[in-house]
């Protein structure tokens, strides 16, 4: 255990902290690594290394374990690309190879070249002699393959103790590994790794992706594949935080930052970023989540007439000075609505007063604008005169979660401080390379949020001719169909489903009974037809529904 500590040591120096501890029954060790999911510092005790695998494998993905998290990490990763990579290339089987030559710097040499003869799972998991086999005869590399009915098994266990080396290659460095292999008809054949699979050098391909996320229930660690689809960026456990930059980006602000859930961002953010002493001021139809944020923070709240600057100027007026900071929260788009605010007009308010400005683009990303990036782009006005732009994963970005795209130190103190980013679960990797696509679908094909609003002009076009009343609606992607009933839009949502149209019932509490309505989303793949039946028939079966009770007493 001392020769093992002290390659430990040599091979975390730096990048983890390594402690020695005396326990009953002999030494443990704690490795201080990075959780995946929390991004923060975490320590894993093992106080038996033979146990260590089998704990570890409940928690995390065999790469995880044996090429992020492990002692050498990346050194072994670079051996395991370069091994799958021989194999594929030239379809070797077991039986072909004669011999396995691993080129390693010494400190790869001196983690995973000392085990020819393993004992037990933890040594397995080091060997380069063990894992040369069981890729070489597997074609895979999975959790199973480091059980002991495994890695017993006599002929694997031959080929790495007699037919696998691991020589010093002073060239080499980092991740860089060489492999060569022998083979039974006189061939030498190699693979040279520079950069690890997964690596943003190296990142995998679409198709390694689908097959990963296939596979990751098993553990499995898919070999290389060749595909000339784009690659998505880096490794998966990355993908929020390229999430974040490409929301940055697009947003043009300083940073960003991702939860899980939409609602929870807005109350979550709110709550923890104002108290007693503030004033908040939202539009009278904000959406709840932004109302539950005010009512967390315990800040004073008031909301003012929908959509009317004027009105709020004066509340302004009346009560700015009795307050340390304020916030105004409005939407980019309003869900119920459909409608949108004069953003500049809040802007000149928000510097008149000194207060703070918080735009909901829930709605409004990927619909206004030339390009489809959100309300600031719509009135051509300067990121840095909207203090908080909101967004979430959930409409345009066909995924899940929340964000908040600001100022560096408005994120990185919300990292730190809101209990819905605090205290929660990471982003997951496929949700977030799924909103990850979808946005960069958007940045890529501007035609869409073009097609998009001129599809919206037309329903909302089409419904006002027909005496539809479509409340506050402008006609971009969300129209409205008020029935001022919630009974009488329950049942036409219910007819127009029989019909092939899929249209949600928006009723009390969510709106006023008096405002019961469809509310009809609109996408850019939708047709001139779709939209021009879908009328008809909304019309033939409202006047239906009118003609008829709609409920009897009895």
């Not at 315990?298 to 929908?306: C, M």
């Not at 909901?360 to 600031?376: C, M, N, P, Q, Y």
Request: proline share 5%; with cysteine; hydrophobic share 40%.
């Amino acid at each position: 255990m001392t020769a093992l500590l002290q390659r430990l040591r040599a091979a975390l120096a730096g990048d983890y902290a390594i402690e020695r501890e005396l326990a009953s029954g002999g030494m443990g060790v704690v490795f201080l690594g990075r959780d995946i999911a929390l991004a923060r510092p975490v320590a894993v005790k093992i106080i038996r290394p033979d146990l260590a695998t089998a704990d570890l494998g409940k928690r995390w993905e065999l790469e995880q374990i044996a090429l992020r998290l492990w002692p050498s990490a990346s050194t072994i990763q670079g051996f395991v690309t370069a091994m799958f990579e021989l194999v594929e290339k030239h379809r070797l089987s077991f039986d072909q190879v004669k011999k396995v030559r691993v080129f390693m710097n010494q400190t790869g040499v001196d983690m995973h070249g000392m085990f020819p003869r393993y004992k037990g799972k933890f040594e397995a998991l080091l060997s380069t002699h063990y894992c040369a086999a069981a890729i070489l005869h597997d074609r895979a590399l999975t959790l199973a393959q480091f059980e002991p009915a495994r890695y017993n098994d006599p002929k694997l266990a031959g080929f790495a103790a007699g037919q696998v080396e691991t020589k010093v290659d002073s060239t080499l460095a980092g991740v860089q590994s060489i492999v060569e292999a022998d083979l039974a008809d006189g061939r030498t054949v190699s693979v040279r790794c520079d950069h690890s699979k997964g690596s943003p050098e190296n990142p995998l391909s679409r198709a390694e992706i689908v097959e990963k996320f296939r596979a990751y229930g098993k553990g499995a660690l898919p070999g290389t594949r060749t595909d000339e689809s784009p690659p998505l960026p880096k490794h998966p456990d990355w993908w929020p935080q390229d999430l974040e930059r490409k929301l940055a980006t697009v947003h043009k602000t300083e940073d960003c930052i991702v939860f899980v859930s939409g609602h929870a961002t807005n109350v979550t953010t709110i709550g923890c970023l104002f108290g007693s002493n503030d004033l908040i001021l939202h539009d009278v139809l904000a959406h709840n989540s932004i109302i539950q944020g005010a009512v967390l923070s315990g800040a004073k709240r008031l909301p003012f007439p929908h959509n009317d600057w004027a009105a709020l100027d004066k509340i302004l007026q009346e009560n700015r000075s009795k307050f340390q900071r304020v916030l105004i929260a409005i939407e980019g788009m309003y869900s119920m609505d459909g409608d949108i605010p004069e953003l500049d007009k809040f802007i000149e308010l928000k510097y008149k007063h000194k207060a703070f400005l918080f735009v909901d683009e829930a709605h409004s990303l990927g619909v206004l604008g030339t390009r489809g990036f959100g309300i600031k782009e719509h009135f051509g006005v300067s990121a840095d005169d909207i203090d908080f732009a909101m967004g979430t994963l959930s409409k345009t970005l066909s995924a899940c979660g929340g964000y908040i795209s600001g100022k560096h130190t408005l994120v990185e103190n919300l990292k730190y401080t809101a209990p819905g980013f605090v205290y929660s679960v990471g982003m997951s990797p496929p949700v977030a390379a799924a909103a990850l696509a979808a946005l960069e679908i958007l940045e890529a094909e501007p035609d869409r949020p073009k097609r998009l609003r001129e599809l919206g002009a037309l329903f909302y076009h089409n419904a006002v001719e027909s005496g539809l009343d479509t409340g506050l609606c402008q006609g971009y992607a969300i129209i409205p169909i008020i029935t001022g009933s919630s009974v009488l839009s329950v049942k036409l949502s219910n007819r127009l489903f029989d019909n092939g149209i899929n249209v949600q019932p928006i009723i009390y509490p969510a709106v006023e009974e008096r405002g019961a309505r469809l509310r009809f989303f609109l996408s850019s793949t939708h047709t001139e037809k779709q939209i021009k039946d879908t009328i008809g028939i909304l019309i033939e079966e409202l006047n239906h529904l009118k003609r008829n009770p709609v409920f009897k007493l009895i």
